[in-house]
Nanobody
Framework: QVQLVESGGGSAQAGGSLRLSCAAS????????MGWFRQAPGKEREGVAT???????????NYAASVKGRFTISQDNAKNTVYLQMNSLKPEDTAMYYC???????????????????WGQGTQVTVSS
């Protein structure tokens, strides 16, 4: 069973930055889909960003409209780790952030569908105004 461990959450002021990391306990394969989701109190979980590793050192990213241009997802396949760099943070970014991952086939679509096999425990991000 693959375990995902998130780190890097915490508090920031509006306009500030935080960087989340998520390390997988096992190699997911050269083709994989990893992503970040978040859930604020009283709200449904929503997708933030995903990254598809095609296996040819090509990475395809996908972002929610609310974070596009502010957040950057990246992956280090050698370390089985995915990162989320969050800049220009807003109070509405406050949420529990979850890492998710799954192996993927060639040509997979790595979106926000609920088809991730592995989930982390979450890390809290709090942005104050």
């Amino acid at each position: 069973q693959v375990q995902l461990v998130e780190s890097g959450g915490g508090s920031a002021q509006a306009g500030g930055s935080l960087r989340l990391s998520c390390a997988a306990s096992e190699y997911l394969g050269s083709r994989n889909c990893m992503g970040w989701f978040r859930q604020a109190p009283g709200k449904e979980r929503e997708g933030v960003a995903t990254i598809y590793s095609t296996g040819d050192k090509i990475y395809i990213t996908n972002y929610a409209a609310s974070v596009k241009g502010r957040f950057t997802i990246s992956q280090d396949n050698a370390k089985n780790t995915v990162y989320l760099q969050m800049n220009s943070l807003k109070p509405e970014d406050t949420a529990m952030y979850y890492c998710a991952a799954r192996a993927a086939r060639a040509g997979a679509v790595c979106g926000f569908a609920n088809n991730f096999a592995y989930w982390g425990q979450g890390t809290q991000v709090t942005v104050s105004s």
